[in-house]
């Protein structure tokens, strides 16, 4: 494979997060509007001068990204909804850098918005998947709980994984949550309280799971020209991948896209693993996020566990991860959990993460994985961003 052209000049700025709440009776219009108010706010970028649109969002039906436009007063000349789900944080990305190096828009608001109220996250789950509903539903089994189970299982027996393990990736997290202002749990995690906590699908237990909740992030990409002479703080993109219903012939989802597409996306970076200051996993779960250790090149298939107990996940540690506390501990905002790690990553590289920040940090992954159909997901993505001059 030839890749023609590089992202070069292309900036990555104004990272926004609309603050998460458990429950609201606003729809996801609302969330995005706030989102674009927080962007137009934070840039001094006027309304009017945003002509890319990029939009994922799992509640946003029957309307689509189009009806927005309306909505927000927006005029876009270039419109994109990409329903990848974790992954749509990396795909729009890599979506508005090429719209911005064709020219045909300018300046692309990038947001990944969802609403939660009592009924909303019943109905996403019946809608989401026919082949997760019908091989689960007439178990009685009718959410990811159970799916991710059957999933944590069979890497266990496979890898020799502990729970504690798992425990390892999800305190550390916490600790780096305690700095997030937006995080919805602030409260230390120890280990003890892990392995303590009730099950919910075994091997899932409660802090494996995420807290579904209603909120937003975004980011703007435009050319690194105008962030430059708009003085806006940014990051350029490095190199990045995608890749779609990979290892299909897999019994079950034991390795996920990113291995098929490594070798590329360092390739473009230049770089080795071992120069990334941190890493933005998805982690919807533990195990998926030891599965990116793997397949994203710090260790070897199988050998996640080792390389949990081996590092330090938190901000000052051996091996940054999630430094924000990821869904696991901020909360899961529907489709915007895939945007989480990307905006995450733009704080760190521009010196705006506050108590979490990176010592130094230069040089930072994003990994997205997202639409989970019964015994995988279907869609991996990934993004190593660099600091800007």
Partial sequence: MTRRLSYEGVAVAVPVTVPYV??????????????????????????????????????????????????????????????TGGASGVMCLRRAARAVQAGDADIVACVGADTNHVDSFRQTLGSFSDFAR?????????????????????????????????????????????????????????????????????PIHLFDCVMPCAGAEAFLVMTAQRARDLGLAHVAIRGTIERHNAFADDP?????????????????????????????????????VMMQFEDLGFCEKGEGPAFV????????????????????????AGAAAGFLGMVEAIRQLTGQAGPRAVSDAELGLVAGFGMVTYDRC?????????KSP
């Fill in 22 to 83: 458990r429950y609201s009776t606003h729809g996801a219009h609302w969330f995005i509007g706030q989102a674009v108010a927080a962007l137009v706010k934070a840039s001094g970028v006027a309304k009017e001068q945003i002509d890319g649109l990029c939009l994922s969002s799992f509640s946003l039906a029957p309307d689509t990204a189009v009806g927005v436009t309306q909505h927000l007063g927006l005029s876009p000349r270039w419109l994109d909804h990409v329903p």
């Fill in 252 to 288: 079950m989802m034991v390795r996920g896209g990113w291995l098929k597409d490594r070798d590329d996306l360092y390739a473009q970076a230049g770089v080795k693993p071992a120069a990334l200051d941190f890493v933005q996993t998805y982690d919807d779960y533990p195990v998926i």
């Fill in 134 to 202: 019908d091989a689960t539903y007439p178990y009685g089994a009718g959410g990811p709980n159970s799916v991710f189970a059957f999933i944590t299982a069979n890497y266990m027996r496979s890898y020799g994984a502990k729970r504690e393990d798992f425990g390892r990736i999800a305190v550390d997290q916490r600790t780096n949550a305690l700095g997030n202002p937006y995080a919805m749990f602030r409260k230390p995690l120890t280990l003890d309280e892990y392995m303590d906590a009730r099950p919910v699908s075994e």
């Fill in 378 to 386: 279907l869609c991996t993505g990934a993004v190593i961003l660099g």
């Fill in 309 to 332: 107990r081996s590092n330090t996940m938190t901000s000052g540690g051996s091996f940054p991860n999630n430094t924000s506390g990821g869904q696991l501990s901020a909360g899961q």
